[in-house]
């Protein structure tokens, strides 16, 4: 059993990570040039003059497609701890991994016959 003593250290931690944040960003506020003009605000990439609008529209498919990624990756993720624990976790761990599998298989199978996947429409 847990006591909340057991907990200072990340309370610390946390405490120090964010304090350093807090004083980095004051510190660049404070420190960092202030003068604004229209050539600083000008975009510069690569010596070569700006043409045209940066803001196109672009398919959804693609972030529909990038956020898909992204789940589906993280979900690998919670795979490590039982790759790492299996034999004492025993056939009770193996069950819940295999829930754990056909709800995400079930997740795909429906984002596959909404046709999410397909680009071409």
Not at 47 to 60: K, T
């Amino acid at each position: 059993m847990s006591t909340p003593s057991q907990y200072i250290p990340i309370v610390i931690q946390s405490a120090v990570a964010i304090g350093f944040v807090a004083l980095a960003l004051g510190a660049s506020h404070l420190l960092g040039p202030k003068s604004k003009t229209v050539q600083k605000d000008e975009t510069f990439e690569c010596g070569i003059e700006s043409q045209g609008n940066a803001r196109f529209p672009v398919s959804i498919k693609y972030f529909l497609t990038a956020i898909l990624f992204v789940l589906f990756d993280v979900e690998i993720i919670f795979f490590y701890p039982y790759a790492v624990n299996f034999r004492e976790m025993g056939w009770e761990g193996f069950a819940a991994v295999l829930g754990f599998v056909g709800f995400f298989l079930a997740g795909f199978i429906y984002v596959w016959k909404k046709g999410a996947l397909e680009w071409e429409k």
